[in-house]
Structures are given as structure tokens and as C-alpha cells.
């Protein structure tokens, strides 16, 4: 059976795709942001490019060198965010949006694997694992407790942190209230989806705000309004333009009582949108696939059944709650995934 399952080759997931999008290790996050505000794509790979020279000998002076590149990370508009929420950067973002794309790289060995065309994987084949697929999750031994949770009344910016965790773990912030009840969560996904300004928002909101902030639809008026007063509050002078304009052009008039002239200040900042595409401010949009509402099971959901949940919604993990909403905790699908893959070994 081992033989059967292994007979597809990693590069048949290729198959009629875009390439991922790229850039130099060298460029600026600016020039990321660009890439991603006019990209389909939530991600834009990082590249390093080491030119050695060749040492064979016959080779023309025009190819002395040798070109071995190599992709060293990804990022998407969240890495953005976190960044430009640093007291440093949000007193001038123009100057953190010109800081090399390198800084947003996690400093984690290991997450960016090159594998080879040629490796196997398992596809269409969960029925010949019977009966595996039709135990519950906590048969399995699946759940895992080790989630990231904050409390729904809790500054969103001491949330930073756990954000930035959950975008490398791919996994989620669940939004807990006072006794552990699960009211929903802050997605990385949902924030990519989202326009870089958001960092104001993160700054400046409660958790439970940021939650109906990012929701589909654009944030409310009403949300836009305290956001601009607390920066101004704050004196964060550069954040305040930045948002205000990207707000402006979003549609929210009423963002602040700036003057022309931060307008035109905050339009030197950021980009305008290409003609006939919305910008992310404009539009949470037709990427947006869900909101802050979690995607849940029960420890007694089979497994089968855990797997259909994640890829319906298209996330990477399901949380786990009793009947009163409390949380157990996660079931990410590489957990789902190794059941399967221990199951396989013992067969070799």
C-alpha cells in the first residue's frame, strides 16, 4: 500500500500555477509593500543571490561567475504591520518603509526548506487508512494545548507579539474572555488581507475592536475616527498621515481634520493604487475568505471530519472548544498530516 500511496511527485502541485512572486534580500520594504498591494498573492518570496566565480577553466570572462540562489524567507503584509507597530517606526513610517525587507525575515532556522521535484506525497488517498480518518481527535492524541490566546478587552498592542508567532507557526490568535470562553481570534490571513495602516489600528485599539476593525468590509466610520484621535493623542504625527490618507482614499472623509498639506505630506508616504484596482483600504475584498469568527470543532470530531473543516475554510488549524465555548485547544493539519505519515512508516 506504502507504494500506491507514494506515487505522486511533489512537482504535480505546480501544475498550471504562478510562480510565487519574488524579490532581492536587498530590496526595501517599500518596494515589498508595492509588490504586495499590486499581487494576487498574500506572500512575496526573499531571495539571496551569492555569485561565485566559477573555477573550471574555458569559461568566457561574461561567465566567470556562477549564480546560486537561494529562497531565504517569505513575508506578506502582516510582517509589514508588526514592524511599522515599533515606537521607532510609527513616529516616521516613510523612514521604516525604506529599512531593508531583510529585517521583516524571522530569524528562525529552518523554515524555508528546497526540496527536490521529485519527492513524493500523499494525494486523494485518506480512505485506505480506514479506520485512522473515523477516530476522534482526541483518540488520536491531536489536540494540542499550546495556543497563543489573548483577552478580548486587552490593548490589541500587546498582541504584537503573539501575532508574529502565529504568522510563523501558521496557526492563529484565539480571543478569550475573562474566563476562557473563545470569542473568536486575530488570523494572520484575515490581516494580510488587510491595508499596511492597519499597524494604527493595532496601536491605538483594544483587541476586541481590532477584531470588528479587520472584519469583512472595511473597518466602521466609527472605529476609523477613534483611531485618528488617538494618534493624534499620541502625537504619533507620521502614523496619523500615513493613515489618514490611505483612509482618504478609502472613502472615510471624515478620518481626521487634516490639513491639505498632511495630505499631501501622507501622499508622498504611500503609493496610490493602480488605476482600476481597489486598493486593500478600499476593498478587504474578494481575497477575503472569512472573518474573525473561529473555525471550531469538538474533541469528539473525528478526524476525517477536522480535515474537511480546514480545508472548506482554507486555514492550517481548527480549535478545539467544549460545549460552553471553552477552549481545549488547537489541531493544526501538519498534526493531522503526521498520523497519517507515522501510519505510512509502520508499513515500510
Not at 506515487?7 to 534580500?25: M, N
Not at 471553552?326 to 501510519?343: A, E, H
Request: proline share 6%; charged share 20%.
Amino acid at each position: 500500500m506504502a507504494v500506491r500511496l507514494l506515487t505522486h511527485e511533489l512537482s504535480d502541485l505546480c501544475l498550471g500555477k504562478p510562480a510565487l512572486r519574488s524579490l532581492s534580500v536587498t530590496s526595501t520594504i517599500a518596494q515589498a509593500l508595492e509588490v504586495l498591494k499590486t499581487s494576487d498573492d498574500i506572500f512575496v518570496s526573499v531571495w539571496s543571490c551569492d555569485h561565485k566565480p566559477k573555477t573550471t577553466p574555458g569559461f568566457e570572462p561574461a561567465d566567470d561567475f556562477l549564480d546560486e540562489c537561494r529562497c531565504v524567507g517569505k513575508i506578506c503584509i502582516v510582517d509589514v504591520i508588526c514592524f511599522l507597530c515599533r515606537d521607532e517606526n510609527l513616529v516616521s513610517p516613510p523612514v521604516a518603509l525604506n529599512q531593508p525587507v531583510s529585517l521583516l525575515l524571522p530569524k528562525i532556522p529552518g523554515l524555508v526548506l528546497h526540496v527536490e521535484p521529485s519527492c513524493r506525497f500523499l494525494l486523494s488517498s485518506i480512505g485506505l487508512f480506514s479506520p485512522i480518518p473515523a477516530l476522534s481527535i482526541d483518540t488520536l492524541n491531536i489536540i494540542s494545548p499550546n495556543f497563543i490566546t489573548s483577552e478580548y478587552h486587552s490593548p490589541a498592542s500587546a498582541a504584537i507579539g503573539a501575532i508574529s508567532r502565529a504568522l510563523v507557526e501558521q496557526t492563529s490568535v484565539a480571543v478569550v474572555d475573562s474566563e476562557g470562553a473563545l470569542i473568536g481570534e486575530i488570523s494572520p490571513f484575515t490581516l494580510a488581507c488587510c491595508d499596511e495602516t492597519v499597524a494604527a489600528a493595532v496601536k491605538t485599539l483594544s483587541l476586541g475592536d481590532l477584531m470588528a476593525y479587520i472584519d469583512c468590509g472595511g473597518p466602521p466610520e466609527e472605529l476609523v475616527k477613534v483611531v485618528s484621535a488617538k494618534l493624534k493623542e499620541e502625537n504619533l504625527n507620521g502614523m496619523l498621515q500615513h493613515f489618514t490618507f490611505s483612509m482618504f482614499i478609502g472613502g472615510f472623509s471624515s478620518a481626521s481634520s487634516s490639513s491639505d498639506e498632511e495630505y499631501s505630506m501622507a501622499a508622498s508616504v504611500l503609493p496610490m493604487p493602480r488605476p482600476g484596482r481597489l486598493s486593500r483600504s478600499m476593498s478587504y475584498s474578494a481575497r477575503m475568505v472569512r472573518r474573525s469568527e473561529a473555525i471550531v470543532c469538538h474533541p469528539k470530531s473525528s478526524l476525517v471530519a477536522v480535515m474537511i473543516q480546514a480545508i472548506a475554510h482554507r486555514v492550517n488549524y481548527v480549535w478545539v472548544i467544549e460545549d460552553d465555548c471553552s477552549l481545549v485547544g488547537i489541531v493544526t493539519f501538519s498534526d493531522m498530516l503526521k498520523v497519517f505519515r507515522k501510519n505510512v512508516e509502520s508499513m515500510a
